[in-house]
């Protein structure tokens, strides 16, 4: 049967990427997103096809998760892993001078926010079928927090989203259920490239090698790997 997995921000760059990896190694991959994402779902399972389902959340809440994540099992059978991949950035300024919080409680609601939510409708899942595994995506800033300077709350929520990853880790162990982080430096995406276009791209991490360490974590193969932090720095 095929293993099923659960991807929070597919529509983005990384998700869309680690999707259509996916898909081509055979999984059967569930897109869950937000209500604004709906369309571009739509359009993921067109271009992927029979191997790709979109699920938008009713709300943004744990409750919404937990129906897509029925609708997930009902459609493709039982869940046997999970990308939380979702999460943004904003900086540009220092913690100082920001003056109100609003940066602040966006980074910590796309990237901690959204994985917690996630993982608690995901971990009762897994633990009640007594198999299971979960990825987070940090960033480098979370072994680096200097190279944070002037993204001080999105360093913050990233840390954050990796110490959850690791006592979860912990909690779970016994129930066969592993949880695992990857720290990418910066992705070879788009927005990257249009935000540094100076920058030497050619050091940057592809999505698809950021997926393939995904699918490593997620697979069999890493069966002994739970609360690792993995670098995929590449040469930035
Ligand atoms: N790009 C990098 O260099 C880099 C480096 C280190 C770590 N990362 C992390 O890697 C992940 C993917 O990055 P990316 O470059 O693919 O970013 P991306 O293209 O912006 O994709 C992230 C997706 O997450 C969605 N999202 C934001 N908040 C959400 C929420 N509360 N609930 C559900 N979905 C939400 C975004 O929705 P909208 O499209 O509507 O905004 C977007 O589609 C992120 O967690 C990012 O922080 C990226």
Not at 57 to 72: F, H, I, N, R
Not at 169 to 181: F, K, P, T
Not at 194 to 205: E, T
Request: charged share 20%; net charge neutral.
């Amino acid at each position: 049967m095929p293993r099923v997995i659960v991807i929070s921000g597919a529509v983005g760059a990384l998700g869309t990427a680690l999707c259509r990896y996916l898909v081509e190694r055979g999984y059967r991959v569930a897109g869950v997103g937000l209500a604004r994402h709906a369309e571009r779902l739509r359009k993921l399972e067109q271009e992927l096809g029979a191997g790709f389902a979109g699920f938008p959340l009713q709300e943004d809440s744990t409750a919404a998760w937990d129906a897509a994540l029925g609708a997930v099992s009902a459609r493709l059978g039982p869940i046997s892993g999970a990308a939380l991949v979702a999460g943004g950035w904003r900086g540009g300024r220092r913690f100082h001078e920001e003056g109100d919080e609003d940066t602040w409680r966006s980074m910590l609601d796309e990237n901690l926010e959204s994985a917690q939510r996630a993982l608690r409708a995901l971990l009762p899942r897994l633990v009640a079928q007594r198999a299971g595994s979960v990825v987070v995506i940090g960033s480098r800033n979370v072994e680096r927090p200097w190279s944070g300077a002037g993204a001080a709350a999105y360093t913050v929520a990233k840390s954050a989203v990796v110490a959850l990853a690791r006592v979860i880790a912990a909690e779970v162990l016994d129930a066969g259920v592993r949880v695992n982080a990857v720290l990418p430096s910066t992705i070879d995406t788009a927005a990257n490239r249009g935000a540094m276009p100076d920058a030497d791209a050619s050091r940057w991490v592809e999505p698809e090698s950021v997926a393939a360490v995904i699918e490593f974590l997620l697979s069999d193969a890493a069966r002994d790997v739970s609360g690792a932090v993995v670098p995929v720095y590449g040469r930035a």
